[in-house]
């Protein structure tokens, strides 16, 4: 019996291998659209898929991140400006990009831009530090999708969007693992609502990576800028000593500089020709956060909070 299951798993997973190996064609002549190219993922995947010949469309939120990124590309590669937060500026960029596709439509969108701070604990935080994570990882990615699936579902093409496996198990505070869990739920609908017009959506789950994002110095910064603000009676429940631990570099510290562990899933979700349906990128995702997301609640509680610092007035 043992013998006819071991069999059968080693025919599952080599399908699986022989159809993930499979891509799809003429990808020279297709287009594909990547925001917060400025640095991190986009920047990198943006480089990636102009190696591989795509007529890569980066969106960049500064001049200088769309220059330097020009000059590390072929003449393939264009940039655009673009804010996700700002409806006239996402209105500018879908008008540049249907110039550049014509009826070609858009092949791949793709949903890199985000930010994590301020993330603190959810008492020393206001409403708009809540807002301001949202704006650009929920909101704005829900306006920039709506935006461009007129032509993504004309190329009959790909929606890509990075949550995190902070989308799984929430171990911050603050907005972001908020908008993480809405990326997640927003692409799983949108999935199912464009399965009949043979539009792809994917999910990237990345660990904990390098980034801007997750940049040391920023971090501190952010953290002394909101303990700063915390009313003194808040202050006192949690203590100094809890707010040095917050200072300390925590997840930057175990933070992964190997971007193309998440590139590549990009990559493949793009070009794949039977991509799947949610990436985990790093090793981190894969052997920890991931597997904890499946735990019953007292597990992952118990996990998640063994090396998180101690209030002063705690139990």
């Not at 080599?14 to 002549?29: A, D, I, K, N, T």
């Not at 287009?31 to 469309?57: E, H, M, P």
């Not at 985000?114 to 959810?122: D, E, F, K, S």
């Not at 493949?268 to 020709?273: E, G, I, P, V, W």
Request: glycine share 8%; net charge positive; proline share 4%.
């Amino acid at each position: 019996m043992w013998l006819y299951l071991a069999a059968l798993l080693g025919l599952y997973f080599l399908r699986r291998w022989y159809r993930e190996r499979q891509s799809v064609e003429g990808l020279p002549e297709k287009y594909v659209l990547i925001t917060g190219c400025d640095s991190g993922f986009g920047n990198q995947l943006a480089k990636q898929l102009d190696t591989r010949g795509l007529r890569v469309l980066a969106a960049c939120l500064t001049q200088q991140g769309a220059e330097q990124l020009r000059k590390a590309t072929s003449e393939r590669l264009q940039t655009v400006i673009l804010d996700v937060t700002r409806t006239d500026s996402i209105a500018a960029a879908t008008a540049w990009v249907k110039e550049q596709v014509g009826n070609k439509g858009l092949w791949g969108l793709v949903n890199n831009a985000g930010i994590a701070v301020p993330t603190a604990p959810n008492e020393w935080l206001t409403k708009d530090d809540f807002v301001k994570v949202l704006d650009v990882n929920l909101i704005g990615l829900i306006e920039v999708t709506l935006s461009f699936l007129p032509l993504v579902k004309r190329a009959r093409g790909r929606v890509v969007n990075v949550a995190s496996t902070m989308g799984r198990v929430a171990m911050l505070g603050g907005g972001y693992c908020l908008s993480k869990y809405g990326v997640e739920a927003f692409s799983d609908s949108l999935r199912r609502e464009l399965l009949p017009f043979g539009v792809k959506v994917c999910i990237i789950e990345p660990g904990a990576f390098r980034t801007q994002i997750l940049n040391t110095q920023l971090l501190q910064d952010m953290v002394k800028e909101v303990w700063g603000r915390v009313p003194s009676e808040i202050k006192e429940s949690y203590g100094q000593r809890y707010f040095d631990s917050c200072e300390s570099e925590g997840l930057a510290a175990t933070a992964s500089p190997n971007l193309f562990l998440v590139t590549d899933c990009m990559e493949h979700a793009l070009t794949a020709r039977h991509p799947r349906t949610r990436y985990s990128g790093g090793w981190d995702a894969k052997l920890y956060f991931i597997p904890v997301s499946y735990l019953p609640a007292w597990c992952q509680d118990f996990l998640l909070t063994l090396q998180q610092p101690k209030p002063a007035h705690g139990i």
